[in-house]
């Protein structure tokens, strides 16, 4: 298994029009090969950031979807409520507790 996390701000005081049009988003993506789960996470020490952390079956799944085209469109409403503050991570799952 693997996880892409992405930590990163948005505009201040739009959390709630964001998570609003990040759920639209993820609603308009469907089901992804290998896309096992997504998690959306609002920073506690931060209202204006939060991760995004997707569980992927294989490395090839989850460049396949982040370099296709359906993945621009998908995320084109969420661009207005970024700041260009993120970091990316890129991990593999050395263990998983289910339970």
Known sequence: MYMRIV?????PGKWDAFE???KA????RGDQT???NHWLARDQNDPDAGYS??????EADIKSFWDSPKRKE???P???FYVNQFTTTHCAVAYALKG
């Open 7 to 11: 930590w990163g701000k948005i505009l």
């Open 20 to 22: 609003a049009a990040f």
């Open 25 to 28: 988003a993820m609603a308009a």
């Open 34 to 36: 290998g896309l096992e």
């Open 53 to 58: 952390i997707t569980l992927w079956a294989s």
């Open 74 to 76: 998908i995320m084109a």
């Open 78 to 80: 969420l661009e207005p």
